[in-house]
């Protein structure tokens, strides 16, 4: 399914989704290699096979090379562990746990295969689709220390944002209809 086809299958109710996912794909905010791994990323991180396919056609066809696809989704991977684990940190009233060596691999990110500030675009795409305020935060920080504006930031959360919507509507409707 290619993005144009996902659009125009989305219900009458999700017109906005349509209308933002079509204005998102000329997102000119951020370069094309950060613009498609944050599609392909979130896509990744809800999970959504038509969506995910239509994310990984089109990405393909704006010229996403290999090695940023692979490390789109390595950040979906990587970001849907350490999401769970530091939001639960978080949350949990016992401060004890905080001061525990999170024990887990995560050499992936120092060493993403692509430029780092994308990688952390990414990262932070996903982190917003898991709802991980302990990891936005960290993912800022390292996106500002960096140079990144505000504005390219923001655009990685939108596209998170309606990745997900779309997502959460073909999921919702592959259900009624299935």
Request: aromatic share 6%; proline share 3%; charged share 20%.
């Amino acid at each position: 399914m290619s993005l144009d086809a996902l659009r125009e299958s989305l219900p009458a109710y999700a017109k906005d989704l349509n209308l933002n996912l079509s204005s998102l794909v000329a997102e000119s905010l951020l370069t094309d290699q950060q613009k498609w791994g944050c599609f392909v990323a979130s896509a990744y991180a809800v999970g959504v096979p038509a969506v995910v396919k239509a994310v990984e056609a089109a990405a393909a066809e704006a010229g996403l090379a290999e090695a940023a696809n692979e490390a789109a989704k390595a950040a979906a991977a990587i970001m849907g562990m350490n999401n769970v684990y530091y939001r639960s940190l978080h949350l949990m009233h016992n401060p004890e746990y905080r001061t525990l060596p999170a024990r887990l691999r995560m050499n992936l990110i120092a060493n993403p295969g692509v430029d780092k500030t994308d990688f952390e675009l990414w990262s932070m795409a996903v982190s917003a689709i898991n709802g991980c305020g302990a990891c936005l935060d960290a993912h800022e920080t390292e996106l500002k220390k960096r140079g990144v504006p505000n504005t390219a930031i923001q655009a990685s959360l939108r596209i998170a944002s309606v990745v997900n919507g779309v997502s959460r509507v073909m999921a919702g409707e592959a259900a009624a209809n299935g």
